[in-house]
């Protein structure tokens, strides 16, 4: 069988799959999975070209990286091809633990349960399946391989996934503002005691880099519209779970029913294969599946919910610097007097909480730039880039969505 595949990517063009053992990675179910995974959730309520999924994601950071290490090659960085490979791969897998609709559902079918465990124990299948090919990958994805800077390639706050990811997601979007220079970044990284940094003449591409993630935060991750679709669905799932908990009947698949009846640990993960496999089994198209089902059951609450994110018939929403305490027992009781609900049941027809917008923290996981007199100076004091100290400072924001057909005046 022809294991070297040409993958035609709309971001970067041609993609090469010139190893035997990363094609058969990429034809695994747990890695195809993730080609019913969308990467931005529900966004595509607001952008209706953000159909990607983290299996395009996943594929555009594996090219990137072999791009990377071109570059530092040719800058006379020694890695050896099995360095090369296992980079390739903890970046092409540093995903694969996301449920459905990614980052959406993590709090309600993870629970305590970071999507980053749950890769590292998909990745550990994966090595067993592999007879121990991916043992190096793994030591990278988790900080474990003495050359540091092969971590940072996978996850910093430079990392081979936010290039991809920004660039990806301002594509598919159509938002300017996420347009990133990777192929100026990607020249300009170097490594320096074992440290990946950038070379002075990149300064700018970084800045730009800083910028684009702000404010593709504000305009898309954390767009209103988007943020009240994501929270409409976390609460017909906080429903569903109720409803089984309490011994009731829902029509969806078995892994979906596996997650909405049990609270599971990350213990049951490591410990019980037959959840660490429900898991692998799931994507957006049970979620779907099941919410369409339930737009007809017979708990009022669930199918109206469902029914409001089928029709699109969001939450309003208000985003405001200022506590919203007082205006949420307004929009308790109000939704209570609405739909003739108990106290304890209205909190499912709204939702409020914090936003936070980190674009950069100066920490031990900084941004270092190598000046061109060989010093690293950490890119928020770079004399030349005031404009990052302000990107620094991380900024928090209240919300508060409820239904549209539920009036706050007196």
Known sequence: MNKRKIINDP?????????ELIFDIIEHPYFQRLRHVRQLGLAEYVYPGALHTRFQHALGAMHLMSRVIENLRRKR??????????AEIAVLLHDIGHGPFSHTL????LHAVKHESVSYLLMKSLNQHFTGALDLALKMFQNGYPRKFFHQLVSSQLDIDRLDYLKRDGFFTGVAEGSIAVDRIVSMLN????????DEKGIYSIEHFLN????MYWQVYLHKTSVSAERLLVNIIKRAQ????SGGKLTCSEGLKMFLRNDYALDDFRDKPPVLQAYADLDDNDIWGGIKQWKTHHDPILSTLSGMLLHRNLFQIIISNDPLKQKLEKVRSAVSSKYKTLRSDSPYFFSWGTLTNEAYVSDANNINILTRKGKLVDVANFSDLPNIKAISKIVKKNYLCWPKNVSLSD
């Open 77 to 86: 960085v020694e890695i050896t091809n099995e360095e090369a490979e296992a």
């Open 242 to 245: 109720y409803i089984v908990k």
């Open 212 to 215: 684009a993630r702000r404010l």
């Open 11 to 19: 971001v970067y063009g041609f993609i090469s799959i010139e190893n």
């Open 106 to 109: 993590e709090e309600t079918l």
């Open 191 to 198: 490594v320096w005691e074992d440290k990946i940094v950038v």
